[in-house]
């Protein structure tokens, strides 16, 4: 299967904006779905959004009307603009691809890109 490289991290005062997007390193076409998820020190690693290959979309009611998720799943690629960013959503984001055998989120999926790091400042 391909890889998926999170890339557009960075630090950004409170209130602003950041995109930062996912990439494989190849096409895998049994990729059906393509979410982001994020992880605080000492907290669990918490659902932001996911886009399929159908063009529906979900959000975390946490993140929802400031974030939003774009991309082609058939290419394997997905972003999320993410807007009026606050302390609390510093974290590491993390892309993840659903496939038949893999659900969305699954911990022991190969489809988990290494993170890039968000840093709000207030």
């Known amino acids: 299967q391909v890889q998926l490289v999170e890339s557009g991290g960075g630090l950004v005062q409170v209130g602003g904006s950041l995109t930062v997007s996912c990439a494989a390193s190849?096409?895998?076409?049994?990729?059906?779905?393509m979410a982001w998820y994020r992880r605080s020190p000492g907290k669990q690693r918490e659902f932001l959004a996911w886009?399929?290959?159908?063009?529906?979309?979900k959000y975390a009611d946490s993140v929802k009307g400031r974030f939003t998720i774009s991309g082609d799943i058939r290419a394997n690629a997905v972003s999320l603009e993410m807007n009026n960013l606050k302390p609390d959503d510093s974290a590491v984001y993390y892309c993840?691809?659903?496939?038949?055998?893999?659900?969305?989120?699954?911990?022991?999926?190969?489809?988990w890109g290494q993170g890039t790091q968000v840093t709000v400042s207030s």
């Open positions: 190849g096409r895998d076409s049994d990729i059906i779905g």
């Open positions: 993840n691809a659903a496939t038949q055998r893999y659900g969305l989120g699954s911990v022991g999926s190969p489809y």
């Open positions: 886009l399929t290959i159908l063009g529906h979309k």
